[in-house]
């Protein structure tokens, strides 16, 4: 008993000494507000972090925010896991690496996401330069703490983040690892209508298509529930109207459908009541999500699809018939602009970026689900380069992850990683 008592309060004190260094650390930081956070999950030391950041990084004159950060320290000369967030981040979370790799944690919150949003927004500010800039800054101030390799991780629009850095900042990292990341060619990315017109069955893909005309053809009976079930759900419908929001839906249902890896079986049939397969249907295709609320939320999510990044849109030949809300005389697009501003798409980066991931893109590795919808806009495999590629079989977009791989495949990425941050992974 004194033996375990004396260990325990040499524990205490070696993770308070520990403690009382990194705050000194932290306070010698130039730009940056911390505060602990406690926890009584384990005994992982969290401080939140704000972020001085410019505006503009070419032009610091032009004003600054405060970028939301969390800090997991794990040990001075471990290894340091940047998470690149793609949207917001209200709490603190470990990922996989960081519990693979024993690492300190750096998870960092997008920027005119969440928190990290500046008093008075200005869009032109959004842009994937100045938001990789972010994250170098971030880098470059706890280089001064974290002297063992680097490694950045992110999943799906945070894993594009963390391709995009290392794009801008090839050097800030030893290894980088997406997670079910797209990386489109276009602003209307069309590998996913080729996707959704050959994955799975042809049985599954013709229910879906019979089940998208029921819903339409049965409007008049839908909206009225749907009207209630907004009120219920607190959601407002004035970026779109009720009607568009439903077509919208209906459109995203085989896109979300494989995206989140839902059953064939579960498709309502013909003879299920209307209720029942409304029931489904927001389920797997959660008006929501057309929503205001969603619209607001993520607002920079979509300026930065419609400027840069690129999105998908939706294959209406064999719908033009029964849509009645939307135009039919192009294919619909999934980014829904601020305010239905003007705006205008640069492809340069993306060709850009798309050529340096094929020639130059070395020490990436690639996860992917197979039935992931976005697996669609997956940076195709290069034998030019030094990376590895995951497909996992049967998984998607919630569960392509290290922990859902075969052993072989494990095998194989602790290879990768062992060898290319010189570390020994147990």
Same mark, same amino acid.
């Given at each position: 008993m004194r033996c375990f008592l004396g260990l325990f309060f040499l524990y205490t004190? =070696? #993770?308070? !000494?520990?403690?009382q260094d990194l705050r000194t650390l932290l306070f010698e930081l130039p730009d940056v507000i911390f505060k602990k956070v406690e926890t009584d999950r384990d005994s992982s030391i969290i401080y939140e972090l704000n972020v001085k950041q410019p505006l503009d990084h070419g032009?610091?004159? /032009?004003? @600054? *925010?405060y970028q939301k950060v969390f800090l997991r320290h794990s040990g001075f000369y471990k290894p340091t896991v940047m998470a690149t967030e793609g949207y917001g981040c209200a709490k603190t979370r470990v990922y $996989?690496?960081?519990r693979l790799l024993d690492a300190n944690q750096i998870q960092i919150e997008h920027r005119f996401f969440g928190e990290s949003m500046p008093d008075s927004l200005d869009y032109n500010y959004l842009n994937l330069e100045q938001a990789t800039a972010d994250l170098h800054k971030i880098n470059q101030l706890f280089r001064r703490i974290y002297s063992g390799s680097w490694v950045s991780t992110g999943i799906s629009k945070g894993g594009a983040t963390t391709i995009f850095y290392r794009y801008f900042y090839p050097d800030d990292v030893d290894v980088s690892v997406p997670y079910v990341a797209p990386? #489109?060619?276009e *602003? $209307? $990315? /069309?590998?996913?209508y080729d996707f959704l017109d050959n994955v799975g069955s042809e049985e599954c893909r013709e229910k879906i298509k019979a089940f998208q005309v029921r819903l339409l053809k049965n409007r008049n009976e839908i909206l009225p529930l749907l009207k209630f079930y907004g009120i219920g759900a607190g959601l407002t419908f004035s970026y779109l109207t009720l009607e568009e929001a439903f077509e919208f839906a209906v459109l995203e249902y085989p896109f979300s459908f494989w995206q989140w890896g839902h059953d064939c079986k579960d498709i309502p049939s @013909? $003879?299920? =009541?209307?209720q029942k397969s409304l029931e489904h249907f927001i389920e797997v295709s959660e008006i929501g999500f057309f929503s205001d609320k969603s619209m607001e939320k993520y607002a920079s999510h979509y300026y930065q699809s419609a400027t840069e990044m690129g999105y998908y849109g939706y294959e209406i030949d064999e719908f033009k018939g029964l849509l009645r809300a939307l135009p039919t005389n192009k294919n619909p697009h999934a980014a829904f602009v601020p305010d239905k501003m003007n705006v205008r798409f640069d492809k340069k980066l993306l060709d850009d970026v798309n050529k340096w991931l094929e020639t130059d893109g070395s020490r990436f590795i690639y996860i992917y689900g197979e039935l992931d919808t976005w697996s669609a806009s997956a940076v195709p495999p =290069?034998?030019? !380069?030094e990376s590895i590629w995951f497909f996992l079989k049967g998984k998607h977009h919630g569960s392509a992850r290290i922990r859902n791989m075969t052993i072989e495949e494990k095998q194989k990425l602790t290879h990768y990683l062992e060898q290319w941050l010189e570390v020994d992974i147990k």
């Open positions: 004190i =070696s #993770n308070n !000494v520990i403690a032009d610091p004159a /032009k004003g @600054y *925010f $996989e690496l960081t990386i #489109n060619t *602003f $209307e $990315e /069309k590998r996913i @013909y $003879e299920m =009541s209307i =290069s034998n030019r !380069v």
